[in-house]
């Protein structure tokens, strides 16, 4: 009998939720499990299905996990908790005998640093007990990485230049909210840039390096130079990479709120006394802000995430685009989503589907590019994500020098 456990009862887990409910015959019983039960009763109670159930769980106490998890005994355990849980997910995993998957690598809580060394380290204990875990399956990390396995398999000899370009041209109606979560998200954004350029990694001030880049659909936006997590996975995976980059839109309402907020000193990780009590000044700035769950309604626009690559094709340099755009209101009357939400959500739900399926298999710690990308391409457009593509049309970039 196969079953399935999410952990994560936010915006993400919602979609996780609601996507896989729909497919029964892959996934088996459902059980939503996160922090705070009554998250997950409110998006089962949504559901309506009696093959879903809930509990409460504490993801960062591994004796709890496996509790659980002895209890429901699922094939797999999809993580849409925060990336402060990985660990002790993948921990529980093994000691159970369950597969993982996640949407976003680790990050100690104490140190705004995401890395893949600390989830890499576990393939031998995964391979050992004949276990699989797939790292970074939402957008991006997640789609980019199969958008770019999908150009090296279908279009390109040789990967050289990659830019992910990430476009949310939506308008919430809030004057300062997070697409997820906010403690994660403002972490990302104000450390500094950084990308791969010749078999080294350049650092960049934050924010500092931005460009205007035509979206799909959306026109011409400003895009802003970020590290992004999945740069790491795929100049080890895609060696002929020359240069990997990740630029992100970012609205002047939105700068100008992290501004102020970084120079008071709302946005640190250091601790502080308040009132007698120690706390964090970005978490409670967390507990302030609206959810990424509650943003949906009224949410208009669309986002636009994709992947331009340079490369030789038979000798001959060719410029492939392969994208996605997502519409805010639409996902909103499908599943009362957001399409952040969703653009992560439908993607962890098919690569837990591949993984449900033995589409995709192996034994030990994976990234998704390292798997056949084209079932998965296939269901992007099934469940929700439809792509398109433009082989050698114009690239919004003028830098790549005499490789190009
Ligand atoms: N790859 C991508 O494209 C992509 C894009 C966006 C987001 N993400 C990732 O997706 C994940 C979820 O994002 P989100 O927007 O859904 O965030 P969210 O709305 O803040 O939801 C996070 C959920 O995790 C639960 N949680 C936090 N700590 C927990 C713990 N110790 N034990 C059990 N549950 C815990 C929270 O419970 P409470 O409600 O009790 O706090 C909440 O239900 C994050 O890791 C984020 O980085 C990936």
Not at 133 to 148: E, I, M, N, R
């Amino acid at each position: 009998m196969k079953r399935t456990l999410i952990i994560g009862a936010g915006g993400v887990g919602s979609v996780v939720a609601h996507k896989c409910a729909a497919l029964p015959e892959v996934f088996g019983d459902l059980m939503l499990a996160s922090r705070t039960r009554s998250k997950c009763d409110r998006i089962a109670a949504e559901i309506g299905k009696s093959h879903v159930t809930t509990a409460a769980v504490d993801a960062d106490v591994v004796p709890q996990l496996v509790a659980l998890m002895k209890d429901f005994k699922p094939t797999l355990c999809i993580n849409v908790a925060l990336p402060y849980q990985d660990l002790t997910i993948m921990e529980a995993c093994l000691q159970c005998g369950v597969h993982y998957l996640d949407t976003a690598n680790y990050e100690p809580k104490d140190v705004a640093k995401f890395e893949y060394h600390w989830q890499w380290a576990y393939h031998d204990r995964f391979a050992d007990a004949g276990l699989m875990a797939l790292l970074g399956c939402g957008f991006d990390p997640g789609v980019t990485g199969v958008f770019t396995a999908y150009a090296a398999k279908h279009h390109l000899d040789e990967l050289h230049y990659l830019d992910i370009v990430d476009c949310n041209a939506g308008d919430h109606g809030k004057a300062f909210a997070t697409n997820f979560n906010p403690e994660i998200n403002i972490r990302e954004i104000t450390q500094k840039g950084r990308y791969f350029e010749s078999g080294r990694w350049v650092e960049t001030e934050p924010l500092s390096v931005h460009q205007p880049i035509d979206y799909p659909g959306v026109g011409p936006k400003d895009s802003y130079l970020l590290y992004h997590e999945e740069l790491e996975s795929l100049v080890k995976n895609f060696p002929t990479l020359r240069r990997a980059r990740f630029w992100m839109t970012f609205g002047q309402q939105y700068l100008t709120h992290l501004r102020v907020l970084e120079n008071v000193g709302m946005t640190s990780i250091a601790p502080i006394q308040f009132q007698g009590q120690s706390i964090v000044p970005l978490e409670f700035l967390k507990a302030v802000l609206p959810e990424p769950s509650s943003l949906g309604a009224g949410y208009q626009g669309q986002t636009s995430i994709g992947c331009h690559i340079r490369g030789l094709k038979d000798g001959q340099t060719k410029h492939y685009y392969v994208w996605n755009n997502c519409d805010h209101a639409e996902v909103y009357r499908e599943i009362g989503a957001q399409a952040v939400s969703y653009t992560t959500g439908v993607p962890a739900m098919i690569g837990a589907k591949m993984m449900m399926e033995g589409t995709w298999s192996g034994k030990g710690v994976f990234n998704v590019e390292e798997f056949n990308p084209d079932p998965f391409m296939k269901d992007l457009g099934l469940y929700g994500l439809p792509w398109h593509e433009v082989v050698d049309g114009p690239s919004p970039f003028d830098d790549y020098g005499s490789h190009a």
